[in-house]
């Protein structure tokens, strides 16, 4: 079952613009964390934001966590064409144990 | 830095050949993954294992059997490879003062013909 599904499914801006991608959960979760995948390679952490947080900030990147809502954010400012991928949410519920359940992903496309 | 290493990069079998994918992590982690990623599907956990002998289904375990004898290597078995298990496989690990932050293998792009 896939628990996180990002939106949207593929974005696409020029060098130097924002970026956001949401992700949407169905299940009430311990964390929720963001990873990223470069073109036929493995994932990547960038960032975790614990259901008691609202906000977090690493770099470029910036997280928010909405549990009422079950949705997460996740914003790069200032894109480069470096950033181009592909975005996954992923969440680990809170039943205990260490499996975690990722979403379709986002990929994004910065045009230099 | 933690190091997940999966011993192939790219593997082509025949339907019905048994198929051993490898997986060894160096940071002593207790947790262990095997996903498969399909374009549009995102990431699908097969099996998990958080201990040495221990496994878990995840979400799509038909067609797969796993194991871990040792507490670095993690093994996903196709008893019997089928043209529908044609996809990207990838290992993952976590665990110790990582926390929660699961560290990802290269991945195996499997073909099955």
């Known amino acids: 079952s896939q628990q996180g599904e990002e939106d949207p499914q593929a974005l696409s801006i020029q060098e130097g613009e924002n970026a956001t991608m949401n992700c949407s959960y169905k299940?009430?979760?311990?964390?929720l964390q963001w990873y990223r995948q470069n073109s036929g390679r493995g994932l990547v952490h960038l960032i975790l934001?614990?259901?008691?947080?609202r906000e977090k900030h690493s770099g470029r990147l910036r997280v928010t966590l909405d549990t009422s809502k079950k949705s997460s954010s996740l914003l790069i400012t200032a894109s480069r064409a470096a950033d181009t991928a592909s975005y996954f949410c992923a969440t680990d519920g809170d039943t205990g144990g260490f499996k975690t359940i990722f979403g379709a992903g986002t990929r994004l496309f910065v045009k230099a | 830095d933690v190091k997940v290493t999966q011993s192939s990069r790219y593997l082509v079998k025949r339907t019905g050949e048994k198929v051993f994918l490898e997986c060894v992590q160096d940071m002593d982690h207790e947790n262990m993954f095997w996903y498969r990623q399909d374009p549009g599907l995102g990431l699908r956990l097969i099996y998990f294992s958080y201990d040495v002998k221990m496994k878990e289904k995840g979400d799509i375990p038909e067609g797969y059997s796993v194991s871990r004898e040792k507490k670095e290597r993690f093994s996903l078995i196709l008893e019997s490879a089928s043209t529908n298990q044609t996809s990207m496989y990838l290992c993952a690990s976590v665990g110790g003062i990582q926390g929660r932050k699961l560290f990802f293998g290269s991945g195996t792009q499997l073909s099955v013909l």
């Open positions: 934001i614990r259901s008691n947080e």
């Open positions: 299940t009430s979760i311990n964390n």
